[in-house]
């Protein structure tokens, strides 16, 4: 099966070139910008060998260029890991934020019905905020969005959905990562360099290490490659860590398995970091619904985060 990984550069774009090292499947990498070296010699230490980081450019806010590649490289199936993700920015670049998280995922979806392939898109816990949970998010929550992040990422799903195309949507939240700019790898660097730290306490979700986002991804398009024209656990789905935190307690974690204990690590109330967005004080997702739907296994965070804090460590130190 040939699959097409748009925003591939990114977090989860660069976890899915070495899932994609034990996969049977063809990958094109799409981006709009060459892989950074530091990105590149992570991808080679964490493989044990050097990787391809050949990436095909690609603008997805063009529906023409995407239909030409979808038809070029005979691509069956799409992961759209490409989105317009700073929350604050986005409140003031409105326009930008509705033409990669709306817009383009409905130019690849109607790309995708047109080729008659899968369309798997990622979207965010962002959706939810405005209401007060206090349980577990499912996929059927009403989707209740409090900045342009949210809204515009709703919006994709909702376009997503009125194409017709067969799709995967896979909400997921707090990704972090071995590469860019992520929570993990800003709290290594100040617990490493501060005397103490301030996190924000008052905002609970569960990270999600982006290598078992990427693996479970994998498992989606195995089924669908299998299943062929059978396959119909089509729908969206929530996929994050299990288990249930703050950011503080993420900091903390994240501190203590970086060894960087002479750092204290102080709880905050989010008021004393202000931002133009509202964010979910409750966004924890429920997953039962892709454990049952494609038996995919969700590690507790607090693994998954002590073997990315590793992989980086052996690297830097």
């Not at 994709?156 to 929570?183: D, H, M, P």
């Not at 490659?225 to 789905?237: M, P, Q, S």
């Not at 203590?256 to 004393?272: I, T, W, Y």
Request: net charge negative.
């Amino acid at each position: 099966m040939n699959i097409l990984v748009t925003g591939a550069n990114g977090q989860l774009g660069n976890e899915l070139r070495l899932a994609s090292l034990n996969s049977s499947h063809s990958f094109v990498f799409a981006d709009i910008c060459e892989e950074t070296a530091e990105s590149c010699a992570m991808l080679s230490f964490l493989a044990s060998r050097p990787v391809n980081t050949a990436t095909v450019m690609l603008d997805i806010t063009n529906p023409e260029a995407i239909g030409a590649a979808v038809r070029e490289m005979n691509i069956d199936a799409v992961v759209n890991c490409a989105a317009f993700t700073n929350v604050d920015a986005a409140e003031s670049n409105e326009a930008l934020a509705a033409k990669l998280n709306a817009d383009s995922p409905g130019y690849l979806a109607a790309a995708m019905k047109e080729r008659g392939g899968l369309l798997v898109h990622i979207s965010t816990d962002y959706v939810f905020g405005r209401e007060p949970y206090n349980t577990p998010c499912r996929e059927d929550r009403e989707g209740t969005p409090t900045g342009v992040y949210g809204l515009s990422k709703l919006k994709g799903e909702q376009l997503i959905a009125q194409s017709g195309c067969k799709s995967v949507i896979v909400r997921t939240a707090w990704l972090y990562s071995e590469f860019g700019k992520n929570f993990c790898r800003t709290m290594m660097s100040l617990t490493s360099s501060r005397p103490s730290v301030k996190v924000v306490f008052d905002q609970a979700g569960t990270p999600t290490y982006a290598g078992d986002l990427a693996r479970a991804l994998l498992k989606i398009l195995d089924d669908y490659a299998v299943e062929g024209d059978c396959f119909t656990r089509f729908g969206i789905y929530n996929y994050s860590n299990e288990g249930v935190c703050s950011w503080f307690d993420f900091a903390r974690m994240t501190a203590r398995f970086a060894g960087n204990a002479a750092c204290e690590v102080l709880p905050c109330h989010s008021s004393e970091f202000p931002s133009p967005v509202v964010r979910p004080s409750y966004s924890v997702l429920d997953k039962t619904k892709v454990k049952e739907t494609f038996g995919v296994a969700v590690p507790y965070w607090v693994d998954s985060l002590e073997l990315c804090v590793k992989n980086l460590l052996s690297v830097y130190e």
